[in-house]
């Protein structure tokens, strides 16, 4: 079963930064669109980010705009989510994901409605991020 693996979490004080990692050894990810979500305890899971690799598009949700930059190298088979100023409130497991036929709507479309994260498959394990003082 295709998964991916999210790596780079960790704990950090607010104003903070840390950059996650994503990656699976299944498929190319150069024409996919790749979701980053993340889910704290108690909390329905959240779009917050997504790249169309086909056209390099990208969205991001309200709440992490302007602090978070998703990125993807697609030599290295990578997307990346660089996270600066980091608050306590972005606290929670992240995980990255593929909507295997989708472009650029479907990135629109994940980062403001939860209902479209069904269209994401190969939902990895997740990795940590604390932001605390």
């Known amino acids: 079963q295709v998964q991916f693996v999210e790596s780079g979490g960790g704990l950090v004080r607010p104003g903070g930064s840390l950059r996650l990692s994503c990656t699976t050894s299944?498929?190319?990810?150069?024409?996919?669109?790749i979701g980053w979500f993340r889910q704290a305890p108690g909390q329905a899971r959240e779009g917050i980010s997504c790249?169309?690799?086909?056209?390099?598009?990208?969205a991001y949700a309200e709440s992490v705009k302007g602090r978070f930059t998703i990125s993807s190298d697609n030599a290295k088979n990578l997307v990346y989510l660089q996270m600066n100023d980091l608050l306590p409130e972005d606290t929670a497991n992240y995980f990255c994901?593929?909507?295997?036929?989708?472009?650029?709507?479907?990135?629109?479309?994940?980062?403001?409605?939860?209902?479209?994260?069904?269209?994401?498959?190969?939902w990895g394990q997740g990795v940590q991020v604390t932001v605390s003082s």
């Open positions: 299944g498929f190319s990810l150069t024409y996919y669109a």
């Open positions: 790249i169309s690799n086909s056209d390099g598009s990208t």
């Open positions: 994901a593929t909507d295997p036929i989708g472009g650029r709507a479907s990135c629109r479309r994940v980062v403001q409605d939860r209902s479209h994260q069904t269209d994401f498959r190969a």
